[in-house]
């Protein structure tokens, strides 16, 4: 079952706001000097995900409303270079999270997933025989040449892919821009991964971290969407703003929200058919059976001659 966020917006950060609920919907409130409030709304049923940046605090109203239109709240470090947690809608079927557990927990279909990350990022099939450490070799070759690429181009010399959260500020505009570009990216993959019901920590490249699947499923768009964009913004005056702004704009343009949901499903499920529509009635809750399968729940199975 798809998630309808073909059409939502991807995600809004927010910094040093305390978000509310009013009579007119959830707003971002912020306090003036004078005492004074001033108050944007915010189009939650259009949003897919929003980041809370740092100074950032929000009501229990405004939250149940958040969770009410499925927008998912990932709480997110300065300058949205961290991701520290996130809601999770509760009204979710568990029939994608159960897809994903059967590929996860058999080695061999955990590496035909893995395998087929790489055929997604690198346009290539995996020959018969390579290991998961060959995988790996092969991806620090072609982000390495990537990189190299794209600091040419730009004329950066002796570029150096740094993260080092406790000196930001003395990090070059390349680095932090891509920073924050991936942590958006990974807060927009989040989204997708819980509005599928699907598990964050389950990843089959990436490994014990609550967000190891997101990681996974981040890396598919990093070399078309954050890193050239970061390179591009090696002269910014503020390049984490600036590659937040243009990636919220990319992303809708190049409607990444749907095709992650897509590529999920083909990672899952690579021979069946997709359905592409929502049906309007979901059984969220059965009882499992070894012998029956799924059985119908709110039921009394019990007989007379058991009592």
């Keep these: 079952m798809l998630p309808r966020i073909a059409d939502s917006l991807s995600f809004l950060y927010l910094?040093?706001?305390?978000?509310?609920?009013?009579?007119?919907g959830v707003c971002a409130q912020v306090q003036k000097d004078d005492g004074s409030d001033s108050r944007v709304s915010l189009p939650v049923?259009?949003?897919?995900?929003?980041?809370?940046?740092?100074?950032?605090?929000?009501?229990?109203?405004?939250?149940?409303?958040?969770?009410?239109?499925?927008?998912?709240?990932?709480?997110?470090?300065?300058?949205?270079?961290?991701?520290?947690?996130?809601?999770?809608?509760?009204?979710?079927?568990?029939?994608?999270?159960?897809?994903?557990?059967r590929c996860w927990a058999d080695e061999t279909t955990r590496f035909d997933v893995a395998s087929r990350m790489y055929e997604m990022r690198f346009g290539m099939t995996v020959p018969q025989g390579t290991t998961m450490h060959s995988l790996r070799g092969l991806e620090g070759q072609r982000m390495k040449a990537l990189y190299q690429s794209l600091a040419q181009r730009h004329r950066m010399r002796g570029f150096k892919r740094n993260y080092n959260p406790q000196h930001w500020d003395h990090q070059n505009p390349v680095n932090q821009?891509?920073?924050?570009?991936?942590?958006?990216?990974?807060g927009v993959v989040h989204t997708a991964v819980l509005a599928m019901g699907c598990s964050p920590a389950l990843g089959f490249i990436h490994s014990g971290k609550q967000h190891s699947f997101v990681y996974d499923l981040a890396d598919l768009y990093k070399a078309k969407h954050t890193i050239p964009l970061a390179f591009s913004l090696?002269?910014?005056?503020?390049?984490?703003?600036d590659a937040r702004i243009r990636l919220r704009a990319e992303f809708r343009l190049y409607k990444l929200m749907p095709q992650i949901v897509h590529d999920i499903q083909r990672l899952l499920t690579p021979d069946a058919e997709i359905e592409t529509e929502q049906p309007e009635e979901v059984d969220?809750?059965?009882?499992?059976?070894?012998?029956?399968?799924?059985?119908?729940?709110?039921?009394?199975?019990a007989t007379d001659a058991e009592w």
């Design 15 to 24: 910094e040093n706001v305390r978000v509310v609920q009013d009579d007119t």
């Design 284 to 301: 969220l809750v059965h009882l499992w059976d070894p012998d029956l399968g799924a059985m119908e729940a709110g039921v009394n199975y």
């Design 177 to 186: 821009a891509l920073s924050a570009a991936n942590t958006a990216l990974y």
């Design 45 to 101: 049923a259009a949003l897919s995900c929003v980041l809370m940046g740092t100074g950032t605090s929000i009501t229990n109203p405004a939250m149940a409303t958040l969770a009410r239109h499925g927008t998912t709240v990932v709480w997110s470090g300065a300058g949205g270079v961290r991701m520290y947690s996130a809601s999770q809608p509760s009204n979710l079927t568990t029939e994608w999270l159960e897809r994903q557990v």
């Design 234 to 241: 090696h002269h910014s005056n503020q390049p984490d703003r």
